[in-house]
């Protein structure tokens, strides 16, 4: 078994069954509708372009089965089975002898047997597609699949030029990362520091021989081929150039291009977020960042420093390129794109190296055993490798128990679909459209790609009429050709399907679950939060939020068997309703919301906040204390909770934990309007009446709309007798 061919495509073709039943029939996830509109209409999609997905997916459609949707959720599915393979590629090339490199000596490689080397691929594999990240969109159309499949060829490549010195994979390892500036930033990130490795003395001693002979001679060469690899950015002047329907940017212009990769419009929108130098939220973010992959992947956690040490005697360029890679792509979760975490649109690089470490890291519990079996006698050791493999065996299952009850991976398919026909009354001819430039481009799909249009319009966001929403398109970037078209198609009254509009605090997801033979366009909200805290319905006898709220409540009361992931998200819509009823003081109502919140999901910051809300309403300070205590243990970045928490703090005469707890929020949220006020009112407290002044002659300076803040400020400088 010196070759890795068999093993790979056993292997890969277990997971390409698995992902080929996962695959959701339709548009799914938070870009999915603009990613399967875009790639079909060969338009531009939100920056950095995508270039590279737009080229392979257009060719993905080509192929006559199931809908558009469904034909790109297989392209996922393929793509993610490729970065099996080639991680089972990988395994096996530094654990057997490769064929024409005669150079490693059987020492070197230890006594790795074929049936030991395909324990470890399928340890790796187990580790990789137990993660719910990478099998999640692995199901849907979107850019991570393709990523991780570049960033494992690149692996593939940089191990075979560290091992054999041929010129031809440093070349190839070059193209690749030319081409990896259409996919996504992270693996250019990981293309950057492998070529950086390629560039260091070391591999073995022919190809660090090689490399000072002649680094004047390849080094241009390389950089050549990354430029031959760049020209797939190409695709978005040429296709800017056809005018198409779906374009973000006119990128045919050299202003217009560099936005689009440089993802400016991006950047600016979570300015707050992305160019915030406050390092306590960073480190939060990158806490959070390493409970994901806790929480993901317990096994290839466990298991990747033994990987490490046993590569590190083997295989030194690989056994630094793998944690590198982790490191530096929870560097980029927490710092450039920590909005990610809270979508589940991160951590996949770290996942795939970290699963190809886990393979390694058993290999090093199997030397271990093997050395105590040849101390202490043969039954110590089979005993010993028994506890270890029932031991794995428990991490690994860790990521599967929370999703036993699920069909499809995470997925509860036709419990949605039935609910929203049941719910909102619409009939089977609706469509739900969430809030951000993917209810465009779910649109965008339903018209150009599948030439339907619904007979009723649900759009879940935070304008309650489709009116404002329209409004902000030129912010976002939208073409004016695709702004016309939208501005027709849902602006004009007379062509204005049925409305139902929600308002919302945070952004949920659709899906369209058809087959491509059935006319049913019920979207789904699987997977996301469908909060109801404001609800705006133009027809008379639609159903009011309450039977909505009903309808929710027996759906979550009738299936005992919900995924972890559905009961977080139908708990997120009693959480928000919860709100909307104690703002109207309908405080029995929230508190049994906020209760059968707490039964499908448990202990949640959220859930605590509005616990503390409720409770502060009926005016048990002291239960508002201990809820919102509770829930800034639970988000420390919760904004929300550390000022409420200062606030109830400073009625309860606890004006130091008040200020503490002010100094906290102020790190999250550097000049906030509110704990400038409540600063104000501790001064106050305290009879400082010029320190009150001086905090809200400051506030106004950052704030000088806010109306608390000037009317406050107003009254302090009043004369004391016109107080």
Known sequence: MQRPELPATLVSAAVAALFVF???????????????????????????????????????????????????NLFAAACTTLAIALTTILIHEVILRPADDPSPTP????????????????????????????????????????????????????????RRGDARWLYASALLAGITLGAHATGMMVAALLGLLSLLPLGRPETRR?????????????????????LVLLYLPLASLRRPYHEWVPAEQWRGFVSEVSAKTIRAAFDDQINSWN????????????????SE???????????????????RPLALALPLIAVADALFSAKINPMGIADWQTATPSLLALGTLAGFGLLFAVERVRSLAARYGRVVGAGLLGLAALGVALLLALGWLHRLSDKRLGHEYAGYEFLLAQATQLGPNAALFVVSDSSAGGWLYLQSVENRRPDALVLVRQFLDSRDYLA??????????????????????????????????????????????????????????????????????????????????RYAERQPTLSELSKAQLGAAFRYFASFLAARDRLDGAGALLDTALKLNGEDARTQLNRGVIAERRGDLAN?????????????????????????????RRPNDALESLDTAERIEPGNARAALLRALLAIDRSDRDGA??????????????????????????PTIER
């Open 279 to 294: 390092f306590w939220i960073f480190f939060e973010y990158l806490r959070r960042h390493v409970l994901l992959l806790f």
């Open 22 to 72: 996962a695959a959701a029939p339709g548009v799914h996830w938070l870009d999915s509708g603009e990613f399967s509109a875009s790639v079909f209409l060969l338009g531009i999609a939100h920056p950095t372009g995508f270039s590279l997905l737009h080229v392979l997916g257009k060719g993905a459609t080509l192929i006559p089965i199931g809908s558009v949707a469904f034909r790109l």
């Open 624 to 652: 508002a204390l201990r809820h919102t205590r509770w829930a800034t243990e639970l988000d420390r970045l919760s904004l929300r909770a550390w000022l409420n928490l200062a606030a109830y703090q400073r009625l309860l």
């Open 297 to 315: 992947a317990p096994a290839a956690m466990a298991l990747a420093l033994p990987g490490c040490l046993w590569l590190w005697r083997r295989e």
């Open 472 to 553: 902000t398109l030129p912010r976002r970037g939208v073409s004016p050709a695709w702004q016309k078209r939208l501005l027709r198609d849902i602006g004009a009254e007379d062509r204005m399907p049925r409305l139902v509009a929600f308002a919302l605090r945070r952004q949920p997801v659709f899906w369209e679950p058809g087959d491509g033979r059935s006319d049913r366009l019920i979207w789904n909200i699987a997977a996301c939060s469908f909060p109801l805290c404001e609800l705006a319905l133009p027809q008379k006898k639609s159903p009011s939020p309450l039977a909505i709220l009903r309808g929710f409540r």
């Open 210 to 230: 090689r490399l000072v002979a002649s680094w004047r001679h390849l080094a241009p060469i390389a950089a050549a081929f990354v430029v031959v690899g760049a």
């Open 693 to 718: 002044i001086d905090v809200l002659r400051r506030a106004r300076q950052r704030h000088p709309t806010d109306p608390r803040v000037k009317k406050l400020l107003e009254t302090l400088e009043r």
């Open 107 to 162: 020492s070197e490689n230890g006594d790795v047997g074929p049936v030991l080397g395909l324990t470890a691929v399928i340890c790796s594999t187990l580790a990789i597609v137990g993660a719910l990240n990478v099998a999640m969109h692995a199901a849907v159309t979107e850019i991570y699949s393709l990523n991780i499949a570049l960033i494992a060829a690149q692996l593939v490549l940089f191990v075979r030029w560290q």
